[in-house]
């Protein structure tokens, strides 16, 4: 299920440079960590939706390449940006 336009462009302002900016590092993130949680509600109700959980399991590995990027490229973004998500506990 795709995420509306509202809901990225939200999340594309508070995580981006600029209104236009939906490419960053950042952003990308933001956008897989809403579709990840959204389908971690799906598989409550559908657990034995083996396609969408493969594609689940493709968009957390991309995450976490992207995450391993911005950790290698500038750190205290990297930092704030998990704080902000809440993604490491």
Partial sequence: MP????VKQELIDKFGKNSKDSGS?????ALL???IND???HFKL???DHYSRRGLL???G???RLLNY???KDINRYRTLIEQLGLRK
């Fill in 3 to 6: 995420l509306s336009n509202e």
């Fill in 39 to 41: 389908l971690i509600e």
């Fill in 33 to 35: 960590t809403k579709r």
């Fill in 25 to 29: 590092t950042e952003v990308q993130v």
């Fill in 46 to 48: 559908n657990s034995k």
């Fill in 70 to 72: 911005l950790a290698k």
């Fill in 62 to 64: 991309q995450r976490r």
């Fill in 58 to 60: 493709k968009m957390v």
